[in-house]
């Protein structure tokens, strides 16, 4: 039995199940970085016409799962699992989607990873015959999650270099069985990695050793090369945390510099003030969604390693002293032609 | 896994030589600017206080620091404090503006929980501890003040 494992920690997908649809929908500042054009919907202020952050964000995950849904000409009702999570206590921009959304739902938290848990699970639910089209959600909001985890947005305090900016998001993805698109091939689910780190403002170094521990765990159980792959993108290091991963893979043997980048520094421009990029759950979901996607559909990516990254902390956790475990999962895209 | 004492280590050391450093004597230069020019402001309050309506010091003190509070405040419910503090750092912050904006801010934020659980029980969230622990000081300084010098 459990024909499907690879190696110690990676499963692979008989039957790999297709993104037949993805939707990507950001707040006002990721409209202005780099991969605007590669959105589907830039929102104008970060409130969306509700009364409080919170609200805006439920709605952005609201309309980015209806976008999804619309754009696999699926209803609610063919959906088997609704799999989402998001960064508030209690995942509530989740819970209250899946209130409307009325599915099967398991609320998931990966922190800033969630989006590439939900794709791994999703996939073998999906694999396994256990579900026949898996709809997927994930979202985050620089305001609330300021709010939440740091200080009232409007406090005046100097940011450090190594601090991270949380997008204002919602990402989603409808994978189906036997539908056409990039498929998921294989999936490495990661382990709680903790190297000590105690700053919440450089959620990066803290990340990196479960980053770059999953990657490789992945390169060996796959027998795979880093030049295998046309991108493998991790969700949220930044500047800081991506050479850090890049150092730990090149003393474990593996070069990725040629084909490694991060979603975190792909969403924003330097003169943006993100300090040292883009986080939050949203970030790998727009990004992947958004542009990563697109890339593979055009042709220009054949296979892509999406390395979601979260960092597993409470602001009480770290009040109390305590250092921040990291995690990461990662899941493997193939454009359909090249899996055969 | 959680890495041991030796990992840990040498974790940190490869952190360290891949942290981008703070820009200090920027961040301090900037500081000076922005801590300058609020004092310059209350510099000019105090001025218009004491020359134009003829004030005492006594009376022009406390007005002045009124003054600079509500300016403070004004500017936080401006939306503007924020991108001060972002750029002044502890220019910013160090000012009685500063003080008035640690409390503004996190009214404003939490007044969607409503007035009692929200803007009141929140509003002393960020300054609670500076007014603690400056009245402590304030006893402790008066308490050696009574001991060295008597009544």
Known sequence: MAQKRLGKETVFLANPPAIVATAAIVGPMEGKGPLAEYFDVVEEDTLLGEKTWEKAEIKMLQEATDLALKKAELKTGDIDFFLAGDLLNQIIAANFVARKISRPYLGLYGACSTMAEALGLGAMLIDGGFARQVLIGTSSHHDTAERQFRYPTEFGVQRPPTSTWTVTGAGAVVLAEGGHGPLVTHVTIGKVVDMDQKDPNDMGSAMAPAAAETIWQHLQDTGRRPSDYDLIVTGDLGRVGKPITDVLLKKAGYDLTPVYNDCGIMIYDTNQDAHSGGSGTACSAVVFGGYILRQILSGRYRRVLLVGTGALYSPTSAQQGESIPGIAHAVAVEAADVVD | ?151
Do not use: C, H
């Open chain 2, 1 to 151: 896994m959680k890495a041991n004492q030796r990992q840990a280590a040498v974790f940190k050391k490869l952190v360290q030589t891949r942290t981008p450093p703070r820009p200090i004597l920027r961040n301090t230069l900037q500081a000076f600017l922005v801590g300058g020019m609020f004092s310059l402001v209350g510099e000019g309050v105090m001025k218009l206080y004491t020359v134009v309506l003829q004030l005492g010091p006594k009376d022009a003190g406390p007005l002045t620091s009124a003054s600079m509070i509500f300016l403070g405040a004004f500017l936080t419910a401006l939306g503007v404090y924020d991108k001060i503090g972002q750029w002044g750092g502890m220019g910013a912050a160090l000012p009685i503006t500063g003080f008035a904006n640690s409390i503004v801010s996190p009214a404003m934020e939490f007044k969607r929980e409503g007035l009692v659980l929200g803007v009141s029980a929140k509003m002393f969230t960020i300054a609670g501890p500076v007014i603690v622990y400056a009245s402590l000081t304030a006893v402790a300084v008066a308490v050696v003040k009574l001991l060295l010098k008597g009544g």
